[in-house]
């Protein structure tokens, strides 16, 4: 369980398949057993007055970080659901780009479960701190994966 | 604290001028004491391939819904913030339109609590719940705020 | 999956056998498809300094309640596991028993979801409010439940 | 912020005052700012039937390890309290005892905001993940603290 399935490029390949409509906003920046940084662009429809990025931008980066580990590590299954998210917002972030670093702490059968700590760009500080739980459909036999 | 400060039409007034680009997306369809009804109309970019709604998408009804009700409560201030927002989801939404039903279960000088439903329009099942807490800015003495 | 396998007897009993160390301190007062009614005693150890219930407490009867409305819609599974709760503390409880409202949102397969409303027997205030998800081992073809 | 306000043994000290119920239950193995790790023995009330730790016990060890933390880096304030625990079951822990790891992330006026890793003693294994909100209240003009 403790290897990846996917590299990074992969991975970005079946995302840009399954949800072309996230393509350009998020890029994979360092991919490992059990761990992904992932970048997120601003567009302006992340942005609120005052230049802060919004609650389901960050939501958005949140998730699509813990995708994509989860997917690395038990290969590409589209159907892999989020069933839980919990997220506290710490601070304000910078206008410019955020990341966010993923990290499993359980990789099971049927359940994914980890965090997602989210940074502005340039900046260790805290932003935003999410705990996340993805539901792993059931492998068919013999299925390709 | 149990009664309206603003009515619907004063929150939607106030929103679209705070978050114009929430503009035509949300209507608050009931407003009472300590609750609010919120519909969500659909979007091409909130849509998953397969027609369901994202969960950035739902992030965002149960935000915003959460946000009219705390605000029809204490007025217009538009500081007020998400500190903490946790998601369950349960099925899968049908592609349509969403309602989000917000409850407030504290409202205190500083955290407003509660939490809010999802459904998709005609159906009674819960789609997705969430629980929210917002942080209310302290009042300035004299602000008519 | 609309009606209830277990009485709130039936329920009782397989409680007592399974985790004694809980006798006495919960009773079931209602219990309907899909709804359960919880009352927690206290006893010394659930108590704090002024005579407010402790917050490992609250958790414990939240936990109880959604066990026991999962568990009258499944049958007998000891099995049965918390994966993932979430609660908000709003107001400081009264010294004397506590009632847990527990409501199933959604009951699947491999997780049961739902909430559980906190008060103060006597009073309508909301104490606290948990999110709670179980996890469904998977019925064993002609095991008796 | 970032220096600790009290020592390992002050905060000892404290909660021995302040909660003498949990005497004897907790320990500090290590305090640093913005970090502590806190190991709980088990009592024969902790533990389920196959000697597994109690979700309430657990969620007592996230909710100590990160009062002790706050506590340290704030100074004695008795008052302050949990407003919000998100907790991710994820193992079987073992029967013996358990160690709590606590992070600071933000520590606010009036919000602290981190997460408590917990392991059983002797294993890396994550058994469960807390989220946790606590609220400060405000400090009086020339308090003492």
Redesign the interface.
């Known amino acids: 369980m403790a290897e990846l399935k996917m590299t990074a490029e992969e991975v970005s390949g079946f995302l840009a398949d399954?949800?072309p409509?996230l393509a350009g906003r998020f890029e994979i920046v360092e991919l490992a057993p059990m761990r992904a940084r992932v970048r997120m662009r601003m567009q302006e429809?992340d942005l609120?007055?005052g230049g802060t990025v919004?609650?389901?931008?960050m939501?958005?980066l949140a998730?699509v970080a813990f995708y994509i580990v989860t997917l690395a590590m038990i290969g590409p299954q589209a159907l892999t659901?989020?069933?839980?998210?919990?997220?506290?917002?710490?601070?304000k972030p910078a206008p410019g780009a955020m990341l966010g670093e993923a990290r499993l702490?359980?990789l099971g059968r049927?359940?994914s479960?980890g965090?997602v700590?989210l940074t502005s760009e340039g900046s260790a500080d805290?932003v935003a701190?999410a705990?996340l739980?993805y539901?792993i459909p059931p492998q068919k036999a013999g299925a390709g994966g």
């Not at 919004?54 to 931008?57: A, L």
């Open positions: 399954v949800f409509q429809a609120r007055p919004s609650g389901p931008s939501f958005a998730d659901v989020t069933t839980n998210c919990n997220i506290n917002f710490m601070r702490m359980k049927s359940l479960v965090d700590t805290v701190h705990a739980t539901a």
